[in-house]
């Protein structure tokens, strides 16, 4: 077998976008995989830059989701849209989902987003 290609899969190769082949050193076919990169071939990385900023951008909506309904759950921003609370508790919901969506956008905008935990405290407001 030829190899043109080699990217990572997880704890596995994707060799010439066909076989799977496990990163076992008892493995044939690894070996030869491990040869071809030790010639000086590249190893494709699992996913792209932009691939990877895709899901950082992901989990920072997520942790921003779980954030703001750790104070306000839906049906809570439901009744104070709808005025069902007092205006100090709407003006309470509004700034606190205001707040989250803020720190997520400072997040999203830091240039070391890739290598950041997006769900560490530090980049989040405290609870009210």
């Given at each position: 077998?030829?190899?043109?290609?080699?990217?990572t899969?997880?704890?596995?190769?994707?060799?010439?976008?066909?076989?799977?082949?496990?990163?076992?050193?008892?493995?044939?076919?690894?070996?030869?995989?491990?040869?071809?990169?030790d010639?000086?071939?590249?190893?494709?990385?699992?996913?792209?830059?932009?691939?990877?900023?895709?899901?950082?951008?992901?989990?920072?909506?997520?942790?921003?989701?779980?954030?703001?309904?750790?104070?306000?759950?839906?049906?809570?921003?439901?009744?104070?849209?709808?005025?069902v609370?007092s205006?100090?508790?709407?003006?309470?919901?509004?700034?606190?989902?205001?707040?989250?969506?803020?720190?997520?956008?400072?997040?999203?905008?830091?240039?070391?987003?890739?290598?950041i935990?997006?769900?560490?405290?530090?980049?989040?407001?405290?609870?009210?």
């Amino acid at each position: 077998m030829k190899i043109e290609t080699v990217k990572t899969v997880g704890n596995s190769y994707l060799v010439n976008e066909k076989i799977v082949v496990p990163n076992v050193s008892e493995n044939t076919i690894c070996r030869k995989v491990q040869a071809w990169l030790d010639a000086g071939n590249t190893l494709i990385p699992e996913f792209t830059d932009t691939e990877l900023m895709a899901l950082k951008l992901v989990e920072a909506n997520a942790e921003c989701t779980r954030r703001i309904e750790l104070y306000w759950n839906q049906v809570g921003q439901l009744n104070a849209a709808l005025g069902v609370y007092s205006d100090e508790n709407v003006e309470a919901c509004k700034s606190w989902i205001a707040s989250n969506r803020n720190a997520r956008a400072a997040l999203v905008d830091r240039v070391d987003i890739l290598t950041i935990d997006v769900t560490d405290n530090t980049y989040w407001p405290e609870l009210p």
